[in-house]
């Protein structure tokens, strides 16, 4: 069974219902829920999601969501070692490096995102929600 992390955006376009990339998202998420995938995230996306969620959600509710989707997910600490080796690295964005970063220290084998461009330094496989449902299924 695949292990996979989860970037942000993806947790975003299920939890928020974004288009075009709700439909993927769904389709991961539920595979997760039936025990297909492992899908992992970090104490970072967690935080970042709720942020997010605010904006539309009240605290309660967007608790509430965030509760549910816990559900789904294998949750990785963002450790000091992982601040360290973002810190050090050459991404350019430090979110994105703390993500891969945080990926990379447990082990996870596969990091899906949308933003393909900001994992270019990434030593795992790195692919959209999209394009690794359609690797599964076919």
Known sequence: MDRAFVDTDIILDLLAERNPFYKSAAILFSK????DITLCVSTLSFANTQF??????????????LMGFKTLVHVLATTDKVIDRAL??????FEDAVQYYTASENNVNLLLTRNLKDYKLAKIPVMTAEAYI?????
């Open 32 to 35: 997760a829920d039936r025990g």
């Open 52 to 65: 997010l969620l605010r904006k539309n959600f009240s605290e309660r509710e967007s608790r509430k969501i």
């Open 88 to 93: 050090a690295s050459g991404f350019s964005d």
């Open 134 to 138: 359609k690797t599964i299924e076919s």
